[in-house]
């Protein structure tokens, strides 16, 4: 909870991040990629983080025939 309200104190001081959870205790940040540097950094420096991946997407999706 600490991240997600991090979160909220970034978004007012004007960085575009949104943060979300996935079926875990994982929190994934999303934001425009000229901001990850900044937002990894938060998310390293909150204390809360064991680790930060940083990732873009992925291609377009594509169909694999079953074998």
């Known amino acids: 909870l600490t991240l997600l309200q991090a979160v909220r104190g970034w978004r007012k001081r004007g960085l575009k991040v949104y943060a979300t959870l996935d079926a875990g205790s994982n929190v994934a940040f999303l934001c425009e990629r000229e901001a990850m540097p900044r937002v990894a950094k938060l998310a390293a420096?909150?204390?809360?983080?064991?680790?930060?991946?940083?990732?873009?997407?992925?291609?377009p999706a594509t169909i694999i025939e079953s074998q």
């Open 45 to 59: 420096d909150s204390g809360c983080a064991e680790s930060v991946v940083q990732s873009l997407p992925g291609g």
